[in-house]
């Protein structure tokens, strides 16, 4: 499966985001889909996912509450709505996908990847 991620921009402290991950492949209902970020000098780290066959949505501690990962297999997209955000959400943010597999936070888990929309939150 092929992934392109967009939406990323510069917001200002508080405001909210929607990123988009639009698929191109394989059906989308067939991959437990993710969001990751990697900040400038630290290590990719784990956002949110959703898995494949339905059921519960995973989040990052830093991230709960104010990000939601959605769905749309219908348009083969999936979305990171983000809200509340702050300077250390600043970071490129990448989608992921897993063929039939669980939810996990391991980057190296995941087959498929984007290439990753900079999101830059302003005080």
């Known amino acids: 499966v092929q992934l392109q991620a967009s939406g990323g921009g510069l917001v200002q402290t508080g405001g909210s985001l929607r990123l988009s991950c639009a698929t191109s492949?394989?059906?989308?209902?067939?991959?437990?889909m993710g969001w990751f970020r990697q900040a400038p000098g630290k290590e990719r780290e784990f956002v949110a996912a959703r898995p494949w066959k339905g059921g519960s949505t995973y989040y990052a501690d830093s991230v709960k509450g104010r990000f939601t990962i959605s769905r749309d297999n219908a348009k083969n997209t999936v979305y990171l709505q983000m809200n509340s955000l702050n300077a250390e959400d600043t970071a490129v943010y990448y989608c992921?996908?897993?063929?039939?597999?669980?939810?996990?936070?391991?980057?190296?888990?995941?087959?498929?990847w984007g290439q990753g929309t900079l999101v830059t939150v302003s005080s």
């Open positions: 492949g394989r059906r989308l209902d067939m991959y437990t």
């Open positions: 992921a996908a897993r063929f039939r597999g669980g939810v996990t936070t391991e980057s190296l888990d995941y087959d498929s």
